[in-house]
Nanobody, 126 residues
């Protein structure tokens, strides 16, 4: 069993920044691909960013590229999402996920992820 816990969400004004963290219950990131997804009210879940553990390969969606950065901390079993220049349209529930089906490349397909955190709310005001 792998448990993922997100933190760092909250309310921020447009143009501000937030840093989300995803902590795994065990040291499993060496075999997993980690991804961040978000889902706004009335919309489908959207891939935001992903990263491989060993190779350091990462991919950020075009929607947030240049504003969001994904990173990892092996010692703390943590994957983080730094969000800068936030916009109201970034408002959503953000969830981290782990995929055991991919280890060397980032997958953007949510069904390829096996474990999910509970999500953390990010609200960006105008």
């Amino acid at each position: 069993q792998v448990q993922l816990v997100e933190s760092g969400g909250g309310l921020v004004e447009a143009g501000g920044s937030l840093r989300l963290s995803c902590v795994a219950s065990t040291r499993t990131f060496s075999r997993y691909v980690m991804g961040w997804f978000r889902q706004a009210p009335g919309k489908e879940r959207e891939f935001v960013a992903g990263i491989t553990w060993n190779g350091g390969s990462s991919y950020v969606s075009d929607t947030v590229k240049g504003r969001f950065t994904i990173s990892k901390d092996r010692a703390k079993n943590t994957v983080s999402l730094q969000m800068n220049s936030l916009k109201p349209e970034d408002t959503a529930v953000y969830s981290c996920a782990a995929s055991t089906a991919f280890t060397a490349i980032v997958t953007t397909t949510s069904r390829n992820y096996d474990y999910w955190g509970q999500g953390t709310q990010v609200t960006v005001s105008s």
